[in-house]
């Protein structure tokens, strides 16, 4: 017999580093979720992505069990690492504060399209050049067709 889901917990983690306090040990504890169970699991599946910020969701049932998953890490902090940059502009439209090239856009497209929800490369990776552009990001090159 399935158990009943008594709701979701949202967090962006980084990988390797859950521990009690907040943000993770707030959230976890007023659902009655053990907190130490989730952070000795968290860290386990997320060794080998140590650092990155990962964003997870928890399942967490009515008997106090939990499941999470964890996806790949948002595309804003991807375009950041591939630019070698610390954060995005203030004033996008304005002042540009790093270039990345279509073959970056490419890779990061490939590895989050398991998230995004388009159905062809070319689609995520027009969704990616998006939040370059709206982080102060200029995508140099001509967009890679295939005809």
């Known amino acids: 017999m399935a158990k009943e889901i008594a709701g979701q917990i949202k967090l962006q983690i980084k990988g390797g580093a859950a521990n009690p306090s907040p943000p993770v040990g707030p959230a976890l504890g007023s659902k009655g979720i053990n907190i130490m169970e989730f952070c000795k699991q968290f860290n386990a599946r997320t060794q080998e992505r140590a650092g990155k ?3 997870v969701v928890i399942t967490y049932y009515s ?3 939990f499941d999470f ?3 790949t890490p948002p ?3 991807q ?3 591939a630019a070698k940059v610390k954060g995005g502009s203030a004033e996008p439209n304005r002042k540009k504060v790093a270039s ?3 073959d970056q856009i490419k890779t990061i497209a490939q590895e989050k ?4 929800n388009c159905f062809t490369l070319e689609s995520a990776m027009t969704m990616v050049a998006g939040t370059a552009r709206s982080m102060g990001i200029t995508v140099t090159g001509e967009f890679p ?3």
Not at 113 to 116: A, E, F, N, S, Y
């Open 53 to 55: 910020v990962l964003p």
């Open 63 to 65: 008997d106090k069990t």
């Open 69 to 71: 998953v964890v996806k």
């Open 75 to 77: 595309v804003a902090i």
């Open 79 to 81: 375009l950041l690492e």
């Open 100 to 102: 990345v090239s279509w």
């Open 113 to 116: 399209m398991v998230d995004l």
């Open 145 to 147: 067709v295939n005809n």
